[in-house]
């Protein structure tokens, strides 16, 4: 694998989403790359790629660092992610289950903004 896709966002934006914001990010490449994986193998290795570099960054976020249960959670959710996408599927995944934990976060960040909405309304 080549240098990380997105080294630039660690500098910048990446940590300043919150950890459900991260993780629903990374959902939509996860999401990408199963859509992807038997039709464009070349596309979904792509998104594959963007997910790893993306779930990396989020678990160097200095946030977490102090946080073991929160590392050991992200660590195994990676390890999960790679197994069932480019390994030999040892936990047994599905697609399906993949999914459903990552579109928890992004469920969780759009209710998190709503919230926020509600409470700063514009004017």
Known sequence: MSSPIHKD???GSWWELS???QLGNIGSEVGRALRWKTR???ISLGAFERALDLMDLTISDPRYRFSVARLRELARAR???VDFI???NEFQSTGN???RYF???ATAAALARDRASLNNPPG
């Open 103 to 105: 579109d928890a976060f």
């Open 40 to 42: 464009n193998p070349k």
């Open 9 to 11: 966002s660690a500098a």
């Open 97 to 99: 289950s993949l999914q």
């Open 86 to 88: 480019a390994g030999s």
């Open 19 to 21: 950890l459900y914001e």
């Open 79 to 81: 390890e999960v992610m």
